[in-house]
């Protein structure tokens, strides 16, 4: 497979990133140390590109109906300009990918899949949209996807655009359509994946270089620094927000993937409806948790196995060093009975690992909301 450069790859090569395939595309590992990196986007603001991250546009009569018949949130409930996270799911109640939707208008829908599984995506939509008056397309590379994080992200931003960024104005998970530093058709989506206040902007390819320098300039004095894959990994993991093709698989189910809370109940059928629907009512057999190691213990190798009592019951599928709590953290999938919070785990070189069921950073989820 060839390997891609970004629209910003010679501005990273500019600022000496350490770039490094991943994922199909070279891309920042990091500007400085990954643990700074990490620590100002808490305390501050940081500046990622999210390479590879593409819209679908779905559009027409049936728009609404094609995205309700293959999503299992109730979309019909979405009001315009407001998105939501969810699965796009088999017939056999497991991962196609997960996905953040968001309503334009009645007749058109964006669909943000995971960088590798647009195609997948794209051509499954148009597979159940057949007949239907809907039409499916990439928008591929007319933009690309920065992500800017942090408390102070509102405050390096808002100056750059007439946009109204207030908590009032602009809500999680809501979208704007506005100019930001004199370039037009620039998106504002209030998402991230760092569990901070946060913007992911879909901003003109044509433009991107002008707009990533732009928002470092204006953002230099309230400590905003560009940051890499390293932090974002590690920033994720504090919240243990999964990752399709490590946390979550075509393998995986919501429930059991603890987003059962994603699935909402509604008339309309979607692929794998009945079964997890069951397993929501019933219970999953295996859960994702998050497992906290021990002051001093590095970070386990994913695939690394997990037992309890000399038996393996289970794997590692990602894992950071958590900057924010000091400690190494990981996440896997444990039997069920077994995820609860304080339970304890093996791991290779007799590290013993405490189990937690929830975020190890800002549980209740609040800095996102400010």
Same mark, same amino acid.
């Given at each position: 497979?060839?390997t891609?450069k970004?629209?910003?790859?010679?501005?990273?090569?500019?600022?000496?990133?350490?770039v490094?395939?991943a994922a199909?595309?070279y891309a920042p590992i990091?500007?400085?140390?990954p643990?700074?990196?990490?620590?100002?986007?808490?305390e501050k603001? &940081?500046?990622f590109?999210?390479f590879?991250?593409?819209?679908l546009q779905?559009?027409?009569?049936?728009?609404?109906?094609?995205?309700?018949?293959?999503?299992?949130?109730?979309?019909a409930?979405?009001?315009d300009?407001?998105g939501?996270?969810?699965g796009?799911l088999?017939?056999?109640?497991?991962?196609l990918?997960?996905?953040i939707?968001?309503r334009v208008?009645m007749d058109k829908?964006?669909?943000?899949?995971?960088?590798?599984?647009?195609?997948v995506?794209?051509a499954h939509?148009?597979?159940?949209?057949?007949g239907?008056?809907?039409?499916?397309v990439?928008? &591929?590379y007319?933009y690309?996807?920065?992500?800017?994080?942090g408390?102070?992200?509102?405050?390096c931003?808002q100056?750059?655009t007439?946009?109204?960024?207030?908590?009032?104005?602009?809500?999680?998970?809501?979208?704007?359509q506005?100019?930001l530093?004199?370039? #037009?058709?620039?998106?504002?989506?209030r998402t991230g994946f760092?569990?901070e206040?946060g913007y992911?902007?879909?901003i003109?390819?044509q433009?991107? #270089?002008d707009?990533?320098?732009?928002?470092l300039?204006a953002?230099a004095?309230?400590?905003?620094?560009?940051?890499?894959?390293a932090?974002?990994?590690s920033?994720?993991?504090?919240?243990?927000?999964?990752?399709? &093709?490590r946390?979550?698989t075509?393998?995986?189910?919501?429930?059991?993937?603890g987003? &059962?809370w994603?699935?909402?109940?509604?008339d309309v059928?979607? +692929?794998g409806?009945?079964?997890?629907?069951g397993?929501?009512?019933?219970?999953a057999?295996r859960s994702?948790?998050l497992?906290?190691l021990?002051e001093g213990?590095?970070?386990?190798?994913g695939g690394?196995?997990?037992?309890?009592?000399?038996?393996?019951?289970?794997h590692v599928?990602s894992?950071a060093?958590?900057?924010?709590v000091?400690r190494?953290?990981?996440?896997g999938?444990?039997p069920?009975e077994?995820?609860?919070?304080g339970?304890?785990? #093996?791991?290779?070189?007799?590290?013993?690992a405490?189990?937690r069921t929830?975020a190890?950073y800002? +549980?209740?989820?609040g800095?996102?909301r400010?």
């Amino acid at each position: 497979m060839t390997t891609k450069k970004t629209p910003l790859y010679h501005v990273f090569m500019a600022r000496n990133a350490d770039v490094r395939a991943a994922a199909g595309y070279y891309a920042p590992i990091a500007f400085s140390d990954p643990k700074t990196e990490h620590l100002t986007t808490r305390e501050k603001a &940081g500046l990622f590109e999210i390479f590879g991250q593409f819209l679908l546009q779905v559009s027409g009569r049936d728009a609404l109906r094609l995205v309700n018949e293959t999503h299992v949130a109730d979309m019909a409930k979405l009001p315009d300009n407001k998105g939501t996270y969810c699965g796009i799911l088999k017939d056999d109640g497991c991962f196609l990918d997960d996905v953040i939707t968001w309503r334009v208008s009645m007749d058109k829908f964006w669909v943000c899949p995971a960088p590798h599984r647009v195609g997948v995506i794209e051509a499954h939509l148009n597979e159940k949209g057949a007949g239907m008056d809907v039409t499916v397309v990439s928008l &591929g590379y007319r933009y690309t996807s920065l992500s800017l994080q942090g408390p102070a992200a509102r405050d390096c931003l808002q100056p750059m655009t007439p946009a109204d960024l207030s908590n009032e104005a602009l809500k999680p998970f809501e979208i704007v359509q506005t100019t930001l530093a004199g370039v #037009e058709d620039v998106i504002i989506s209030r998402t991230g994946f760092t569990g901070e206040l946060g913007y992911e902007l879909f901003i003109p390819t044509q433009n991107a #270089e002008d707009i990533y320098v732009a928002i470092l300039e204006a953002g230099a004095d309230k400590g905003l620094v560009p940051c890499g894959v390293a932090a974002m990994v590690s920033l994720r993991i504090e919240k243990k927000y999964p990752i399709f &093709g490590r946390d979550i698989t075509e393998e995986h189910n919501p429930v059991e993937a603890g987003l &059962g809370w994603t699935v909402r109940a509604k008339d309309v059928d979607y +692929p794998g409806k009945g079964i997890v629907e069951g397993l929501k009512a019933d219970g999953a057999t295996r859960s994702l948790v998050l497992l906290e190691l021990p002051e001093g213990a590095n970070p386990p190798e994913g695939g690394a196995e997990l037992h309890v009592d000399g038996a393996t019951i289970g794997h590692v599928t990602s894992s950071a060093m958590g900057h924010s709590v000091g400690r190494a953290l990981a996440m896997g999938y444990v039997p069920s009975e077994l995820a609860r919070d304080g339970e304890m785990v #093996e791991l290779a070189g007799d590290v013993v690992a405490t189990i937690r069921t929830g975020a190890v950073y800002d +549980p209740q989820n609040g800095r996102s909301r400010i």
